[in-house]
Structures are given as C-alpha cells and as structure tokens.
C-alpha cells in the first residue's frame, strides 16, 4: 500500500528540513547578514529565515523587528544600497512589503515602533499597529505631527481603525485622540484634514451622548450638551464635538476644543492655555482670546460662526484664524480684532460684519481674503505685514508699519501706506 504524508506532517518534515539546513549555515551568521549594508544579502538571509519562522524564537522575533527598522531607516533616508533602487523595479519593494508582513504577523509589542515606522506603506502596517489599540496610540498621536503628509494621513487612518475595533474606549484615549484630531482636521493636506474628521465622526458615533458631571470639571472628550457654564482650568482637556455647552466657557489653563459643536454664551481663553475652535463650530456671544503663555504650538479658529465680536490679543502663541488650506475661514457678526501679539498670526478668508483691525503686534501678521463689511485697519505693526486680496466696504488704512507689502485689494478708500495697495 503507497503511503500518505499529510499536510501537517508535510509542514513538519519541511521546517525540520529547513531548520537543518540553517543550522549547517550557521543561524548566527545569517542573523548578522540582515544587517548587512546591501539589501540584497538582507533579502537572501531574510528568506532563508523565514524557513524556519520568525516566531520560532525570541531571538528571530528580535531579528527580525530590527531588520524592518533597518529599513525603515533607508527608506526614509533613500540611502538604499545598493542604489538607486529603479521606480520599474519591484524587487526591493517586494521584499520590504515581505518584511513588514512577517513582523505584523507576530503580533508581538515591541514591534510597535518599527510597524509605526512603516505606517504610511499600507493596511498591513496600519491594521496591526491598530491591533495594538492604546499600546500603540501614543506613537501613533506622534505621527499626525510628522513633516510627510502620507504618515499623518496613515496616522489618522489607523486611529479610525482603532476606534471601529473598539481598543481605544477608555476615558484618557478618547480625549487623546479628540484633541488631536481636532487639530489634524485643520491640517493643510486636503487627505490629512479628510481622514482626520472622518475619525473624529467615528469617535463621537462610538458613544453615547455624555457631558461633563459638573461645570467646574471639564475633562474628558463629549459629544452631548451640557446645562449652564463650564471652566477649564490646567491640566484639563475639554474636548466637545458634536456637543455644546449652552452657557458660558471659561479657561485659564487646560486645553479646550470645539469641533462642530455650539456655545449658547461667551468663550474666554486666558493664559496658559491651548485651544481648537473649528468646523461648523458656533459661538453665540463673544470670543476672546488673551495673554496665552508663549510657545512653539499653534491654536486655531476655523470655519466657526461668532456671533458677537472675536478678539485675540497679547499673546505669545501663534494663531491661525482662517488659513490658505486646511482651516476654513469663518463669520463673524461683529468686529474682528488682533492686537498686541508676539507671536505670528494668521487672518485669511473670514467674512466680517464689523471692522477688521490689525495693530500693535511684534511677529509676522498675514490678513488675507477677507470680508469686511466696516473698515480694516493695519497699523503699527513692528513684523512683516501682508494685506492682500480683501474685499473692504469701508476704508482700507495702514500707517506706521515697519515693513509691509501687498496688493489686490478693493475699498471704498485706500489710504497711508496701502494706498497703492
């Protein structure tokens, strides 16, 4: 009778098969060989690995996460060797994607940082990061700051995966991603800002409607409406979208965002304190920004309807109230007003029903596309100043700018220095 080898048995003889042969090759040299300077003896020690399996041991798991920061590394330096690798040929890309699909398979956490390394290339980097769930969010949070636009919309990709996995429900995560989302909403790469708000959608639609227990305690991420006035104080980060607070809020420290939310009152910011106020936004009454600490970060106001006046004043914060991409620009029923400011701000496509007035800042002002149904104003400004391309039914004035330029501009009078402007 002709005998039968099964699968698994198969399997067994072929690894056992494999695994002598290794050992006869020396498993040492191989490992050594993938971090080798030439990809292509990577390659080959990276196959003949594989026979035996990179889960097969801690010290191959180790290896083989390690070959994949390696080339991470060369990717992102394109100092592939040797090179270059040609755009028609796949065999490089081939065995890089072969790399990253061994170490997700692992499952294993210390993969975390090299699978993250490697989010921009696709699903099979980004559904095993997702996998990780909280394990991995802070490093993926990380990446929404990256200077290469496709790993921070692979960043807000993979948080949406997350979120639909249901491994980021905790109170301290969820707050962690509204923050940043709210702020990679705004980003000026169209597929960052895309993928960014259909995360932060998926996040609000993961719970149930919930508000803050008290005003005095804001923090935590909410998308229900809370009863009478909130205040934020430091070391808080109240996050709204798709919720609202039909009072007043105040913050002296802490971090406040309102994304697609609404604000029956005022909203104060003052001091050491971050803020996100953007798309589809609205504030009934006044918004007021003032003597917020200086710093290396941004804060924006975007696509938000004010009903009353906004004013952002000595500060040490940049600004963005409006920008060329990413941050829509908003309407405002009353006056505009950006004084005293010491670090850079950024006035772009708001339609004001008021007077804009720019004046009295010491960084690089840029007032740009907007309406402005009263007079606009730009005076005493010590920084570079850009006016250009607004549409003013009053009277455009500028005087006492140190350095300022421009051009584009319609008013009933163009007066001072933006004369010719």
Do not use: H
């Not at 490697?118 to 996998?131: F, L, P």
């Not at 790469?189 to 508000?211: C, E, H, R």
């Not at 924006?300 to 914060?317: E, P, W």
């Amino acid at each position: 009778m002709r005998s039968i080898i099964f699968p698994a048995t198969l399997t067994f003889v072929l690894i056992t098969v494999a695994s002598s042969a290794i050992a006869q090759t020396n498993l040492s040299q191989l490992i050594a060989q993938l971090q080798s300077a030439d990809w292509t003896a990577r390659s080959q020690a990276f196959q003949a690995l594989s026979m035996v399996g990179f889960g097969s041991s801690d010290q191959l798991t180790l290896a083989v996460i390690g070959l994949l920061t390696l080339e991470n590394d060369d990717v992102a330096s394109n100092t592939i060797t040797p090179g270059p690798v040609s755009d028609n040929d796949e065999s490089y890309a081939e065995y890089y994607g072969d790399v990253i699909a061994a170490v997700a398979r692992l499952n294993d956490p210390r993969s975390i940082t090299a699978l993250v390394g490697a989010i921009k290339t696709g699903n099979i980097a980004m559904d095993a990061i997702a996998n990780f769930g909280t394990n991995a969010l802070s490093q993926v949070v990380q990446q929404l700051s990256s200077t290469d636009p496709m790993n921070r919309s692979s960043a807000a990709l993979t948080i949406g995966k997350m979120i639909d996995a249901n491994l980021v429900s905790d109170a301290f995560s969820r707050a962690t991603i509204g923050s940043a989302l709210a702020v990679a909403s705004t980003d000026p790469d169209y597929y960052v800002g895309l993928f960014s708000a259909a995360s932060i959608a998926k996040l609000s639609q993961s719970q149930p409607a919930t508000s803050p227990l008290s005003g005095s305690q804001c923090n935590g991420f909410y998308n229900g409406a809370f009863n009478g006035n909130v205040t934020v104080s430091a070391g808080e980060d109240c996050i709204f979208v798709n919720g609202g607070v039909t009072g007043n809020i105040q913050v002296s420290g802490g971090n406040l965002v309102v994304y697609q939310s609404y604000v029956g009152g005022n909203v104060q910011v003052n001091g050491a304190a971050s803020f996100t106020i953007s798309t589809g936004s609205t504030v009934k009454g006044n918004l007021q920004i003032q003597n917020l600490a200086t710093s290396a970060g941004r804060n924006d106001i975007c696509g938000t309807t004010v009903n009353g006046n906004l004013q952002f004043q000595n500060s040490g914060t940049a600004v963005e109230i409006g920008a060329v991409s990413g941050c829509p620009g908003n309407t405002i029923g009353g006056n505009l007003q950006v004084m005293n400011n010491g670090a850079s701000t950024v006035l772009f496509n708001n339609t004001v029903t008021g007077n804009l007035q720019d004046q009295n800042n010491t960084a690089p002002t840029q007032v740009a596309g907007n309406r402005v149904g009263g007079n606009l104003q730009v005076e005493n400004n010590t920084a570079s100043t850009q006016v250009s391309n607004n549409i003013v039914t009053g009277n455009l004035q500028c005087q006492s700018n140190t350095s300022i330029t421009g051009g584009g501009n319609t008013a009933r009078q163009k007066q001072d220095q933006c004369a010719s402007f």
